[in-house]
């Protein structure tokens, strides 16, 4: 069982409903082991895939062509770019190629994430959208 906690002066506090419900399956006087970790911002989490999409809104037929109209191809065509990834051999081929690293919650911190974002979105105007109006795109990433 997960269960985020919320740092507070008395102690922890579950952060969430679904943390409350299940912080009371626990028996009173249960003692249990927790890993402390620090949560990464859900809301910005979104906001980071809400950035791709709007991106590949603004790809014309022709770009999303060469991704074979798969959204994740671009996303991690972008990452790639924006060197958020690890060298693969690849024996097929007989070539290292970059892989993207992963950008779950477990393997990055917040503000590693963070920089991605920013990297990503450099990489999202001068490669993929240059032609867009980055007050504009802004103004469009927010209906999403």
């Given at each position: 069982m997960k269960i985020n906690l919320v740092v507070t002066?008395?102690?922890?506090?579950?952060?969430?409903d679904e943390d409350y419900e299940a912080k009371k399956t626990l028996k009173r006087g249960t003692v249990v082991q927790c890993t402390i970790k620090e949560y990464r911002n859900y809301r910005f989490h979104k906001k980071y895939f809400?950035?791709?999409?709007?991106?590949?809104?603004?790809?014309?037929?022709?770009?999303?062509?060469?991704?074979?109209?798969?959204?994740?191809?671009?996303?991690?065509?972008?990452?790639?770019?924006?060197?958020?990834?690890?060298?693969?051999?690849?024996?097929?081929?007989?070539?290292w190629l970059d892989m993207p690293k992963s950008i779950s919650f477990d393997k990055l911190t917040e503000s590693e994430f963070s920089a991605l974002y920013e990297r990503v979105k450099d990489v999202l105007f001068s490669l993929f959208i240059s032609n867009v109006n980055r007050e504009d795109f802004e103004k469009e990433l927010i209906n999403f």
């Open positions: 002066s008395d102690g922890f506090r579950p952060a969430t809400a950035l791709i999409n709007c991106a590949w809104e603004y790809l014309n037929e022709q770009q999303r062509t060469f991704f074979y109209n798969n959204i994740d191809s671009f996303r991690k065509t972008v990452e790639v770019s924006a060197g958020h990834c690890e060298p693969v051999y690849n024996r097929t081929r007989n070539e």
